[in-house]
């Protein structure tokens, strides 16, 4: 029999994370805290008060929040899932947090008898509505082996890097390579427009070279489209990058261009671009050198 599910956080991410869960024929439960609550229930999904009764009634209880304190508050506040939850339920933390925090929600609910896997995602809205996520994973091998089916419901990579935690150092990884891509895009892009190469031609002549990568495709076309539309959002990297550079501080790797796009990204977060895709970081290089790229 298939695992009923529970699911915390309908946002961009969650939402079509969820709706791809039901696809796949998973009995599902949300919590009802907003629109999207009413949508799943109206696609079949039941729906929940609260963490803790939506865990009295699922064996695997997911979260897909925006960061550490909001997971601290669903899982272990009052009325969280730790009071809800049965022994050998198991919790997967889908949210991008901090790692030590993740080994510490995990020590709390092994008090109770509470599985967990830290299992954050990479691949933006269109690969979560696609249901093609890739899917970094820390936790025990055999509590990774009962979720695998639920996880991959999700996605088209489910990988175990390690013990818990180790998904979200994965994702801090990730998210190290995707802000310094688009940073490089960006420099690229600005270069070849200031002396009057076009960045489309500019794009198919490297594309299918070593510069080549996911997230040159992905990004390239919409910002030459001048699509700011956030995907993943400025804001969001933001908090990423911080949990990166924390967790570098903590461990003594210095990372200092990851500390540069950070920078970058804190300034167009004061240009009031903080809701836009990451995308945008090409704007933080237009305004310097007095250009705008575009096909």
């Not at 994370?17 to 805290?33: C, F, H, I, P, Q």
């Not at 997967?92 to 510490?104: F, G, V």
Request: proline share 4%; charged share 20%.
């Amino acid at each position: 029999m298939k695992m009923k599910v529970g699911f915390i956080g309908l946002g961009i991410m969650g939402k079509p994370m969820s709706r791809n869960l039901l696809k796949a024929g998973y009995e599902l439960v949300v919590l009802d805290t907003s629109k999207s609550g009413s949508e799943l229930a109206a696609a079949g999904a039941k729906t929940a008060a609260t963490p803790k009764a939506l865990a009295e009634e699922v064996d695997v209880i997911i979260t897909m929040l925006p960061n550490s304190p909001q997971v601290n508050e669903v899982v272990l506040g009052p009325n969280g899932v730790i009071e809800g939850a049965k022994t050998g339920t198991i919790v997967i933390d889908m949210s991008s947090i901090a790692p030590l925090t993740s080994q510490e929600i995990a020590r709390k609910l092994a008090e109770k008898g509470i599985e967990m896997l830290d299992a954050p995602v990479s691949g933006g809205e269109p690969k979560a509505i696609e249901g093609t996520l890739s899917v970094m994973v820390g936790g025990k091998k055999e509590v990774f082996d009962q979720c695998y089916d639920v996880l991959k419901a999700m996605a088209a990579s489910v990988i175990r890097t390690g013990d818990i935690g180790a998904g979200n150092v994965t994702k801090l990884a990730n998210q190290i390579v995707v802000a310094i891509n688009i940073a490089a895009m960006s420099e690229a892009f600005v270069l070849a427009s200031k002396v009057g190469v076009q960045p489309e031609l500019v794009y198919q002549a490297i594309r299918g070279g070593l510069a080549g990568s996911t997230v040159l495709d992905a990004k390239a076309p919409l910002v030459m489209d001048r699509n700011f539309d956030p995907g993943f959002r400025i804001n969001l990297h933001i908090k990423d990058l911080s949990n990166v550079l924390e967790t570098s501080h903590e461990v003594g790797a210095p990372l200092p261009l990851t500390a540069a796009v950070m920078e970058m990204m804190q300034a167009l977060k004061v240009d009031g671009m903080g809701d836009c895709d990451h995308g945008s970081l090409i704007r933080y290089y237009e305004k310097m050198a007095k250009v705008e790229v575009s096909r």
